[in-house]
């Protein structure tokens, strides 16, 4: 079955830098556009960040040139490095995979929180 494991969240200061990585398992991983979403208190989830299977990657404007995906196949992992943290980008972050045909794999992760201080 589909298994999305996130990590690398944390408390950081406005300026600051986090890695998050999501460990995938019981997917064609390779072969995957695999994206990272976030979702804050209140909001619903939206997608920030995503990456093919010949990683072509795009990235919401809010994030543009401060955050950057990638992924390992021979790991199944895909990475989110972001830099330069703002209190807006508070919030939790999930992977999944992401396909306007199909949409995402019903089964989530248990994200990973990411909380920026001002």
């Known amino acids: 079955q589909v298994q999305l494991v996130e990590s690398g969240g944390g408390l950081v200061q406005a300026g600051g830098s986090l890695r998050l990585s999501c460990a995938a398992s019981?997917?064609?991983?390779?072969?995957?556009?695999m994206g990272w979403y976030r979702q804050a208190p209140g909001k619903q989830r939206d997608l920030v960040a995503r990456?093919?299977?010949?990683?072509?990657?795009t990235y919401a404007d809010s994030v543009k040139g401060r955050f950057t995906i990638s992924r390992d196949n021979a790991k199944n992992t895909v990475y989110l490095q972001m830099n330069s943290l703002k209190p807006e980008d508070t919030a939790v972050y999930y992977c999944?995979?992401?396909?306007?045909?199909?949409?995402?794999?019903?089964?989530w992760g248990q994200g990973t929180q990411v909380t920026v201080s001002s």
């Open positions: 990456i093919t299977s010949d990683d072509f990657t």
């Open positions: 999944n995979r992401v396909s306007t045909i199909l949409g995402p794999f019903g089964s």
């Open positions: 019981g997917i064609p991983f390779s072969r995957t556009t």
